[in-house]
């Protein structure tokens, strides 16, 4: 009599995209979660020099905030356009979402102008001034990082490449953008609102 090999149930492995974009997300999520602890670590420490409340407009950034959460809607509902093989919605949806992730980087842009030429209030002002430009800075960077993607995705789609078959890996890069828009959330919360 032959005994029969015991069956092993092989646990289902998540596909590579997943994995490498989870990874990507969890680094950065430790990375902005540093930052925002030094932010508030540093907080009101300066020993001399101008304060949150005596710079910031909660009233740019609130707008800001409104462009950069709407975007997570529009590239949603892109998605939803190339899942059911709607190239000229795709299209539509994603050049929206490039527009607020523009908007918001504009935004930012009138901010440091404003902070920077009319206040004199630069990196080297006081610790506040050290923390607030890396913290906003390395966000707006990551949000120019995922426009410049978007733009690329949204060309691609433009000359036809872009197929319903490649929803899964547009999807990773919408979920960096996802994260984008949530590490703002903090941003926005500790400096414009808490850091007030």
Known sequence: MTSQPNSIAVPKMLP???????????????FFATLIVVYLAY???????????ELLSIGLA??????LLASSV??????????????KKFLTWLLVTVALGAWF???????????V?????TLQT?????????LVGFHAFHVTFGV?????????????????????NIEYVSWYWHFVDTVWIAVFLVVYVIGR
């Open 16 to 30: 590579h995209g997943h994995v490498g974009m989870m990874s990507v997300i969890t680094t950065e999520i430790f």
């Open 43 to 53: 907080l009101g420490k300066s020993i001399s020099g101008p304060t949150p409340e």
């Open 62 to 67: 609130s707008i800001n905030t409104v462009a």
């Open 74 to 87: 529009t590239i949603i509902l892109a998605l939803k356009a190339l899942r059911a093989s709607n190239q």
């Open 105 to 115: 980087l504009v935004g930012t842009a009138i901010e440091w102008t404003g902070l």
């Open 117 to 121: 030429g009319d206040a004199h209030f």
């Open 126 to 134: 006081n610790l506040f001034g050290s923390t607030f430009y890396t």
């Open 148 to 168: 410049c993607a978007l733009s690329f995705i949204w060309f691609c789609g433009f000359m036809g490449w872009v197929q319903k078959k490649h929803h899964q």
